[in-house]
């Protein structure tokens, strides 16, 4: 890796009223100073509902664990409701040691339905150091 190049990025795309956000790689104080705006500017784009996919988070401390605390309060805010897909059994070990899995809804993937609306949507990727698009 670089040294321009962050170890997080994310993709996005809202598939009819639900916003899927698919966390990638290290979620830390950098990640949440850094994609933090950039959530925030996607939650609050109306009264969508959303779900953050963790499957591919490799890292998870305080700052991710913020991050993720942020993003529902945003969704809440507006009235939103968020689910979380189970991340490695790592990250999710890592929830559950701060008692912050009760907290979310969670979920083992993508529902079906979104799932197959999803493979008809553009997706953007935004973060440290991959390709958009």
């Known amino acids: 890796m670089g040294a321009d190049e962050l170890a997080f990025w994310l993709r996005a795309r ?55 605390l942020a993003i529902r309060d945003q969704v809440a805010r507006r009235g939103g409701v968020l689910r979380l897909i189970r991340g490695t059994p790592r990250i999710s070990r890592i929830l559950r040691i701060v008692r912050l899995d009760a907290a979310f809804t969670m979920l083992d993937a993508l529902p079906h339905a979104l799932a197959e609306d999803a493979d008809a949507e553009d997706a953007d990727a935004v973060g440290g150091g991959r390709p958009m698009g």
Do not use: Q
């Open 14 to 68: 809202t598939v009819g009223g639900t916003i899927i956000i698919e966390l990638h790689g290290e979620l830390d104080m950098l990640a949440h100073r850094e994609l933090g705006p950039r959530i925030r500017t996607l939650v609050c784009r109306g009264d969508a509902d959303v779900v953050v996919d963790l499957t591919a988070v490799t890292f998870l401390d305080a700052g991710g664990i913020r991050l993720l």
